[in-house]
């Protein structure tokens, strides 16, 4: 019952407050209340759904609650088990890595067949933990021989000057979001060994110039920042056996205002060519903090709104 309500009955409380109804527990008895027979009973689906996972020992937070009751109130039930049944790959700890969202299942459908993959969506979607997943899946899997994950190195809107240090000093600021999603799938030692020995690599895009790379699965992440130059060079680096996925927020570039991005024009040069496939997340995919779903959203009304 616990795992069910949440901390302090904030899972039943997201349904209460949707569908204008209360749910009493007493004991190890629930009761739904309220003047409309269909929410009372949409209700009742979701807390039957969320017992579900709770029985399966899946932990209930907030944004599970919120996209079950997504999927059920728009009639979606039988797609919940297929989205968030099947399991990626494990992180260190044992914890099962799994899609929360049909963008989510949509975007891993499209990585399992298609050998150059563009994720773009909004941030806290899960673009480049679930790449990452991925390439470790394949990795361990022996499909790929080494994992190459590469950025551009360009500051969100402020100059970082002179940093201190030698090179790789200077750019590990940029690629700590890279190396933090490797460390919690691979653990301290495995990834320290493996980045030793050159099994992975992470690097800025700048080093990615005059190399093929071969039977590797290589990841560009925040693409909307490259130039239409460097997403040329980046994307012909592949050799045979690889696999490509790149994301980016095309609502997010930083690069300076005469330059295009190299994954907006991609978009368009590469949308009909066979082996290239394109996964559209948006707002709804948001697994991060609810209020992230919320400021995206607001930001998306006010700049249609400009528009």
Not at 195 to 224: C, K, N
């Amino acid at each position: 019952m616990v795992a069910l309500f949440g901390d302090y009955d904030q899972n039943v409380k997201q349904i209460e407050e949707r569908l204008g109804v209360s749910i009493i527990a007493r004991d190890t008895n629930i009761k739904i209340l309220g003047d409309n027979q269909y929410k009372v009973q949409k209700a009742w689906d979701i807390m039957e759904k969320l017992l579900c996972f709770i029985k399966k020992g899946e932990v209930i937070d907030k944004s599970k609650v919120r996209y079950t009751m997504d999927l059920i109130l728009e009639g979606n039930d039988n797609l919940i088990d297929d989205i968030m049944s099947e399991v990626i790959c494990l992180n260190y700890r044992g914890k099962p890595i799994k899609c929360k969202t049909m963008g989510q299942r949509r975007y891993i459908d499209a990585i399992e067949q298609n050998d150059v993959v563009f994720g773009i969506g909004p941030a806290g979607t899960g673009k480049t933990y679930l790449a990452m997943a991925m390439a470790v899946t394949a990795f361990k899997n022996k499909r790929v021989n080494r994992i190459v994950l590469t950025r551009p190195a360009v500051e969100a809107g402020e100059k970082l000057g002179f940093l201190p240090g030698d090179l790789q000093n200077k750019v590990d600021p940029y690629l700590r979001p890279l190396y933090d999603a490797l460390y919690d799938l691979m653990g301290p030692d495995t990834y320290l060994k493996f980045i030793e020995h050159g099994v992975i690599e992470v690097a800025p895009l700048a080093y990615m110039r005059g190399r093929t790379l071969d039977d590797s699965f290589i990841i560009l992440d925040e693409a909307q920042n490259t130039t239409s130059e460097q997403m040329k060079m980046f994307l012909t680096r592949m050799g045979t056996g690889s696999k490509m996925v790149i994301t980016g927020d095309i609502t997010q570039v930083d690069l300076p205002r005469d330059k295009h991005s190299g994954l907006i024009e991609a978009e368009k040069v590469l949308k009909d060519i066979e082996g290239i496939g394109f996964a559209y997340l948006t707002y709804k995919d948001v697994v991060r903090h609810e209020l992230v779903m919320k400021i995206i959203e607001a930001y998306d009304r006010y700049n249609n709104k400009g528009a």
